[in-house]
Nanobody, 114 residues
Framework: QVQLVESGGGLVQPGGSLRLSCAAS??????????MGWYRRAPDKEREFVAL???????NYADSVKGRFTISRENAENTVYLQMNSLKPEDTAVYYC??????WGQGTQVTVSS
């Protein structure tokens, strides 16, 4: 079964940047043919869509992160990234990556605070 491991979360001041990584294993060579993306869940809120990258690399973003976040993938490394710039306190959440909407990572905490 596909496994996902996320990393890169942490505490950052407003206006700062973070890059999240999500490494997939046991994909049986199918990584590059499946969409991957990120969702987040803030305290006391529902999980919400953040970004999606399909094949061959088309992207889609939530309105709240457009122009600030960039999703990318490195198929040779079976890894998807989320570059987050100009972070705001409202971006504070646990961020989860998914593989084809069927396998989910354990989540990584992002906290934006001064």
């Amino acid at each position: 079964q596909v496994q996902l491991v996320e990393s890169g979360g942490g505490l950052v001041q407003p206006g700062g940047s973070l890059r999240l990584s999500c490494a997939a294993s046991r994909t049986r060579g199918g990584f590059s043919f499946r969409p991957m993306g990120w969702y987040r869940r803030a305290p006391d809120k529902e999980r919400e869509f953040v970004a999606l990258i399909g094949t061959p690399g088309n992207t889609n973003y939530a309105d709240s992160v457009k122009g600030r976040f960039t999703i990318s993938r490195e198929n040779a490394e079976n890894t998807v990234y989320l570059q987050m710039n100009s972070l705001k306190p409202e971006d504070t959440a646990v961020y989860y990556c998914h593989f084809d909407f069927s396998v989910w990572g354990q989540g990584t905490q992002v906290t934006v605070s001064s």
